[in-house]
């Protein structure tokens, strides 16, 4: 099975905050990805925007170092990386002054009406409404351009509101491509693909034969090196009012009449909006919130974040209720945590016993199907089967797992491993093709705000810290306790 690639339209592409981790880390290896795919047209220009005094050269020369770094060797052909870093322009501009934005104009030149122009805001959210605003002074959005921006899109429903409107000053919602780049994950799609293309699921799909889901994203790492900033925000804001919020939509949305982008968003918004909200009663029964202690060769997370007192969590776990026909009844279980046992992350859909087994002596050790969604380390599908064991013994059941790793479905052969295509190199070739499917709208993120900002204003009301919990280990005490107390276990963190 060989990915078809469709090539995209001619573009022009500003990159704000160019000189930037995210920047060099994933964007510019993501375009040359995309260029090596035969995907971007050879006269798509870049633009690179950020203080730094650089000329061309002087980018060219940096992202010559990026694709070194986050591009493999093998990858990398002369030619291919001299036509690439050919493509790369720059622009001094800050984007809390005039400097350099009439530069930007010129060299982008009047607007063509065969070119896409995206403007794609790399850079901290506080200057989001200040480029937009400066954009919008030099004269550089065309009726089409396109506004991209990062997470986290506000810190609470109120300033997610005025960041929404502040952009629709100068953008229609149409043109803002809020990313979530979960939502560019080959198996974030593909939950979609096997929900909806696929007659055997949809009939099961609903409370009366799933028991639960788990939505798990554990990382190894803690938060050193960005603890203060980090401590601003907390796993809730970090991950669960986003990226795990998407993932619970994509599993429990209604089936859209059509793929495309409102139709997909407007049943994301209906899971959303149909959250039970909780109480503070609800909130000290069904959350849990924990910090790391010092170990696996690390700091603690009161070190990290440098506040002795820090009530921030780098851990939270919560069961969420989604209020509505096909899933009363059917808990969501979400956790996130920092220095976990290992990088981890996946959906698992836990199906129903069946009604009556009449295998009587066996079912004692068996678990029922479940569907694992696995998003990190390796993206794939693993289907959770009962059969009969192998061999003469006599009826004797065993679990076994129906494997399907999408790296090998992609083609690998003979053991060579088959490169996946990162989330950011397909979202950003969607937003120059202008399809919003895999991006967040302004609703959908301050509906998800709504739902998150009661909890976190419990927590600071009730004066309690955060669990500790030991680094390497998968998470606090009472979060094995809250599926304990419902009769169930989490999966065990592994990779
Ligand atoms: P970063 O490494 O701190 O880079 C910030 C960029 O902004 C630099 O290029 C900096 O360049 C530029 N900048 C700073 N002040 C500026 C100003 N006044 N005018 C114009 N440019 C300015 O940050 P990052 O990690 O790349 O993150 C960028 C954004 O992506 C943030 O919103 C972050 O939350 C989000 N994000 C990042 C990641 C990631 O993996 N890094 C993941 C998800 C989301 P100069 O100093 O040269 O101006």
């Not at 790369?88 to 122009?117: F, I, K, M, N, Q």
């Not at 900033?229 to 907390?234: I, L, N, T, V």
């Not at 407007?266 to 170990?295: C, F």
Request: aromatic residues 8%.
């Amino acid at each position: 099975m060989v990915a078809r690639t469709i090539p995209v339209q001619p573009f022009d592409l500003v990159v704000f905050g160019a000189t930037g981790d995210l920047a060099r880390r994933k964007l510019l290896p993501g375009l040359y990805h995309r260029l090596q795919a035969g995907q971007m047209p050879e006269d798509a220009r870049i633009f690179g925007a950020a203080r730094s005094e650089l000329d061309d050269e002087g980018y060219r020369a940096m992202a010559r170092e990026a694709l070194e770094s986050f591009v493999t060797k093998d990858d990398r052909t002369p030619e291919l990386v001299e036509t690439f870093l050919n493509m790369l322009h720059y622009v001094a501009v800050d984007a809390s002054s005039d400097e350099g934005w009439s530069t930007l104009a010129e060299r982008l030149g009047p607007a063509d009406d065969g070119r896409v122009r995206a403007f794609y805001l790399s850079v901290a959210p506080r200057f989001f409404g200040a480029i937009a605003d400066r954009l919008a002074g030099s004269g550089v959005i065309t009726p089409d351009s396109r506004i991209v921006v990062e997470k986290p899109l506000g810190r609470d429903q109120e300033s997610a509101h005025a960041l929404n409107e502040r952009l629709s000053t100068h953008f229609t919602e149409a043109q803002i491509y809020r990313i979530d780049h979960y939502l560019g994950k080959e198996t974030v799609q593909n939950l979609m693909a096997i929900r909806f293309a696929n007659a055997l699921f949809e009939p099961l799909w609903n409370a009366r034969h799933i028991d639960h889901v788990q939505i798990t994203v554990a990382e190894s790492i803690g938060v050193e090196g960005r603890g203060s900033y980090y401590d601003q925000s907390g796993a809730m804001r970090d991950m669960v009012q986003n990226h795990m919020m998407q993932l619970l939509c994509l599993t429990a949305m209604e089936p859209p009449a059509h793929f495309d982008p409102d139709a997909v968003r407007d049943e994301k918004l209906k899971v959303i909006r149909a959250l039970s909200p909780m109480s503070p009663t609800d909130v000290a029964r069904k959350t849990v919130r924990g910090q790391y202690r010092a170990g696996t060769g690390g700091a603690s997370y009161l070190e990290d974040a440098e506040d002795a007192d820090s009530a921030t969590e780098s851990y939270v776990a919560l069961r969420a209720e989604i209020a509505n026909w096909r899933w009363s009844g059917t808990p969501f279980y979400l956790r996130t945590g920092k220095r976990l046992r290992t990088r981890m992350s996946e959906i698992a859909v836990f199906f129903k016993d069946p009604p009556h087994s009449i295998f009587t002596d066996q079912v004692s050790s068996l678990h029922g199907n479940a569907l694992i969604i696995r998003l990190q380390p390796d993206e794939g599908i693993t289907l959770r089967m009962t059969i009969k064991d192998p061999g003469p013994g006599g009826m004797r059941l065993t679990e076994v797992p129906l494997d399907m790793t999408f790296a090998d479905a992609m083609g690998a052969k003979n053991g060579t491993k088959v490169r996946m295509p990162d989330a950011y190199e397909r979202l950003i070739m969607d937003v120059i093709r202008g399809n919003q499917t895999l991006f967040m709208r302004g609703d959908e993120v301050e509906a998800a705000w709504a739902w998150t900002d009661p909890i976190i204003a419990a927590w600071g009301a009730s004066g309690e810290k955060p669990q500790p919990y030991d680094s390497g280990s998968s998470g606090p005490e009472d979060a094995l306790m809250l599926l304990h107390r419902d009769g169930r276990r989490w999966r065990e963190i592994a990779s």
